[in-house]
């Protein structure tokens, strides 16, 4: 079982344990992350790639720190002109563990919440065709 995920602009292949070096994030050192999957391949042969099925699934990730990648050197010259100027870069990384790769059987209950709150209000809200048929009896 695996997914496919975005972080931070690009696309990382991950499964359950597996360690991935991404752009630095913000998050603190042992907070939990929610990975934006792009595809999940189960155990069967379906993959699911459609936008109502992947948000049914959940990509956990936990930061285990942050590093610096290898120093990159660069050089740019120009013969016969006395022109050579060296530069060098380190990125700032985060490295992630996948912890859990989680495919639900029904739709968010954050979605279901905020329709019943919705539907609370309306019914609470007298209709002004109510008002106008208290205020003529």
Known sequence: MYAIV????????????????V???????????ALQPLLFKGDSDDAVFAADDLAKIKVEATVT?????KKIHGLKFKPKKGYKVRYGHRSDLTRLEIADIKMSSRKPAA??????????????VPKPSQKEDSDGS
């Open 23 to 33: 752009d630095r994030m913000p998050d603190d050192e042992g907070a939990k992350v």
């Open 111 to 124: 979605k279901k919440a905020a329709t019943e709150t919705d539907a609370k209000d309306s019914a609470s």
């Open 6 to 21: 975005k972080v931070g602009g690009k696309q990382y292949r991950v499964e359950k344990g597996d360690f991935l070096l």
């Open 65 to 69: 720190g942050h590093e610096r990648g």
